[in-house]
T-cell receptor
Framework: AQSVTQPDIHITVSEGASLELRCNYSYGATPYLFWYVQSPGQGLQLLLKYFSGDTLVQGIKGFEAEFKRSQSSFNLRKPSVHWSDAAEYFCAPDNGNQFYFGTGTSLTVIP | GAVVSQHPSRVICKSGTSVKIECRSLDFQATTMFWYRQFPKQSLMLMATSNEGSKATYEQGVEKDKFLINHASLTLSTLTVTSAHPEDSSFYIC???????????FGAGSRLTVL
């Protein structure tokens, strides 16, 4: 069965620290891969996407993600977190027919 | 860029009544739209895929007769929660693929509260 896993339900980091949010998927073939962010009181926003080619993709707000086929992972990273990055982050593979969302990782940023 | 408008943003209704939520693609056509449900502090759960001119495809466990979906035009899909009950209170979000970009554009969501 197809599935997506975000192992970390909640992460707390200090402002300025680095961040990595994990995402693992289980699909028959490599899906398209997306990361979305949902800020408090706001809608969902696309951070970045991977379709093919270079496995390290750059997104908005200084985020990047690396696709690792051998690990079926698409982890989201940021070198230096800002307080405004506090939000809920969703990994969302697309198997070509439908988008499915991971359970989400809630990020708290402390001063 | 592509914009998806969702209305109403908030709705409160009495138990037993029906509520309709609209999802419109404002500057692009969407033959497919997706309806999600989000409980507090939980992930988005895909409820159904709305297909223009044909029946919606529902995810397992989603009651077709309770959550009626109509995709009557290339820019409008509606979700009607019939005979709503308090357990239907949730955040409902629609999205549509931006044609050619294979990227989802989301509506701002509709918060339903059933008293």
């Amino acid at each position: 069965a197809q599935s997506v896993t975000q192992p970390d339900i909640h992460i707390t980091v200090s402002e300025g620290a680095s961040l990595e949010l994990r995402c693992n998927y289980s699909y028959g073939a490599t899906p398209y891969l997306f990361w979305y962010v949902q800020s408090p009181g706001q809608g969902l926003q696309l951070l970045l996407k991977y379709f093919s080619g270079d496995t390290l993709v750059q997104g908005i707000k200084g985020f990047e993600a690396e696709f690792k086929r051998s690990q079926s992972s698409f982890n989201l990273r940021k070198p230096s977190v800002h307080w405004s990055d506090a939000a809920e982050y969703f990994c969302a593979p697309d198997n070509g027919n439908q988008f499915y969302f991971g359970t989400g990782t809630s990020l708290t940023v402390i001063p | 860029g592509a914009v998806v408008s969702q209305h109403p943003s908030r709705v409160i209704c009495k138990s037993g009544t029906s509520v309709k939520i609209e999802c419109r693609s404002l500057d692009f056509q969407a033959t497919t739209m997706f309806w999600y449900r989000q409980f507090p502090k939980q992930s988005l759960m895909l409820m159904a895929t709305s297909n223009e001119g044909s029946k919606a495809t529902y995810e397992q466990g989603v009651e077709k007769d309770k959550f009626l979906i109509n995709h009557a035009s290339l820019t409008l899909s509606t979700l009607t929660v019939t005979s709503a009950h308090p357990e239907d209170s949730s955040f409902y979000i629609c999205s549509a693929p931006d044609s050619g970009a294979n990227v989802l554009t989301f509506g701002a969501g509709s918060r339903l509260t059933v008293l």
